[in-house]
């Protein structure tokens, strides 16, 4: 089944404890990306990727980093997360870009106190 | 990147059929418009896609006028189920974000 998996699910941390959210796809597409959504602001791209090894930032990059070492995998880390990154977080893999069909994973709910 | 306008939200009653604009003035000449549908608690998952004139699948139909400078997105004969919120989406660049999309509420 075509997908795109997100872990963990579910995530309360404290201030300043690095984490780091898996994303994985299996439908061998080159572009990634990840979304956080708050209330009333609709999902906002943090980062992306257009293939292995190339990656870049989005409309709210600050206090992420992102990977692309494998095609299919795209993790999002958080060095020192503070509790405006509390957030609900969501991947997405597209054949090329963000104007193809983009597949969403399950997403992430993150809490940091 | 071309921005969008929709309104923030709209009500109907089952069996109605419901239209959404959406503004699109500055559309660039390769740009498509594309729909989202979301779910609380779920990734948007796609509905539909076009360039121009109408496109319609077995969900919803998008119509485009000829200056392309907005789109309607219809549904017809909602039902409860259909409740949720309606993103519109301009481009086929690489960076992109989704505004705070219209949302539809279905009544009984």
């Known amino acids: 089944e075509a997908q795109v998996t997100q872990n963990p699910r579910y995530l309360i941390t404290v201030t300043g404890k690095k984490l780091t959210v898996t994303c994985s796809q299996n439908m061998n597409h080159e572009y990634m990306s990840w979304y956080r959504q708050d209330p009333g602001l609709g999902l906002r791209q943090i980062y992306y990727?257009?293939?292995?090894?190339?990656?870049d930032k989005g409309d709210v990059p600050e206090g992420y980093k992102v990977s692309r070492k494998e095609k299919r995998n795209f993790p999002l880390i958080l060095e020192s997360p503070s509790p405006n990154q509390t957030s609900l977080y969501f991947c997405?893999?597209?054949?090329?870009?963000?104007?193809?069909?983009?597949?969403f994973g399950p997403g992430t709910r993150l809490t940091v106190t | 990147l071309a921005k969008t306008t929709q309104p923030i939200s709209m009500d109907s009653y089952e069996g109605q059929e419901v239209n959404i604009t959406c503004s699109h003035n500055n559309i660039a000449t390769n740009d498509y418009i594309t729909w989202y549908q979301q779910f609380p608690s779920q990734g948007p998952r796609f509905i539909i896609q076009g360039y121009k004139t109408k496109v319609t699948n077995e969900v919803a139909s998008l119509f485009i006028p000829a200056d392309r400078k907005s789109s309607t997105l219809s549904l017809p004969r909602v039902s409860l189920s259909d409740t949720a919120v309606y993103y519109c989406l301009v481009g086929e660049d690489y960076k992109l974000s989704f505004g705070a999309g219209t949302t539809v509420t279905v009544r009984a």
């Open positions: 990727s257009m293939n292995v090894e190339v990656t």
């Open positions: 997405a893999s597209s054949l090329r870009g963000a104007g193809y069909e983009q597949y």
